[in-house]
């Protein structure tokens, strides 16, 4: 489905994003080696990014957003980072993409593009990376129809803005993070592919395919919690793949 289809999200911009991949090259504070890969080759490391790369970055609040097939290798290069600045007071958050891309299911090959990767378009045009992930064709759907799944699912998002705001487990982190109206969307947005993703028949219970996030969010709004499953289920319903999730 293109981006000028009716399975857009309002207000959201259709620039590409950075392409990267993985690449093995000797680095020091890393023992796998492996870097997220930016350049055109011919360069060496001096293309790659590695986790330490990003630590002076991390003295100011920081949000970042890794999609990349080594996004386990960030994960392990940041945490004790994240834990040590968070208790420093400073502001660390990270969204991980899943590890390998999502399988090909309904003819739709979700491997990484320069256009970013079935994460990415889930941040970025919510509504259009559900449907796409479903096989739901948008010469199915008209704007009407469009428009009213899109009220769908700001009411779910919105039913987690609020859960969010009254639990007290959120933490500093996540509390600065939520207090930019930008930021609070994206975050939001996260929350909706993780549950769709975790809650999908043939991705369910596969931990490499679930996106991750550091520092944790509450367990009121993991994918299993009925807040999650409603959200889910509102727009299976909408569309009737009900059939195609795993819901308790």
């Known amino acids: 489905m293109s981006l000028d289809s009716p399975m857009r999200s309002r207000n959201d911009s259709d620039a590409p994003v950075p392409h990267s991949s993985s690449r093995n090259v000797d680095d020091q504070n890393f023992g796998n080696g492996r870097g997220l890969w930016l350049g055109a080759g011919g360069n ?3 293309d790659c990014i590695y986790p330490s790369d990003l630590i002076p ?9 890794v999609d990349s097939d080594v996004s386990d290798m960030f994960k392990a290069g ?3 980072l994240a834990v040590q600045r968070t208790e420093n007071g400073k502001i660390t958050a ?6 390998p891309p999502l399988p090909s299911v309904h003819g739709v090959d ?4 320069r256009s970013g990767s079935q994460f990415t378009m889930f941040l970025t045009a919510p ?19 469009y428009n009213e799944a899109e009220d769908r699912l700001s009411l779910s998002m919105n039913e987690w803005g609020r859960n969010l705001a009254v639990r007290g487990s959120l933490g500093p982190v996540w509390t600065e993070v ?36 550091l520092p944790p969010l509450p367990d009121s709004v993991l994918p299993h919690s009925p807040t999650s499953q409603l959200a ?17």
Do not use: K
């Not at 990270?94 to 590890?99: D, E, G, T, V, Y």
């Not at 993780?194 to 991705?203: F, G, H």
């Not at 889910?232 to 009900?242: I, P, T």
């Open 232 to 248: 889910v289920r509102r727009l299976a319903d909408f569309f009737g793949v009900v059939n195609s999730f795993s819901f308790s």
């Open 94 to 99: 990270i969204l991980l993409s899943p590890r």
């Open 78 to 80: 940041l945490l004790t």
């Open 178 to 213: 939520l207090g930019d109206p930008f930021l609070r969307r994206i975050v939001l947005r996260f929350l909706f592919c993780r549950a769709v993703i975790a809650l999908y028949t043939p991705t369910s219970n596969t931990e490499e395919y679930i996106p991750q996030c």
């Open 127 to 145: 509504l259009q990376a559900f449907c796409s992930l479903l096989g739901i064709s948008s010469q199915n759907i008209d704007r009407d129809m």
């Open 44 to 46: 060496g490391d001096r």
């Open 57 to 65: 970055f991390t003295r100011w609040p920081f949000f970042l957003i």
């Open 110 to 113: 979700f491997a990484r593009t």
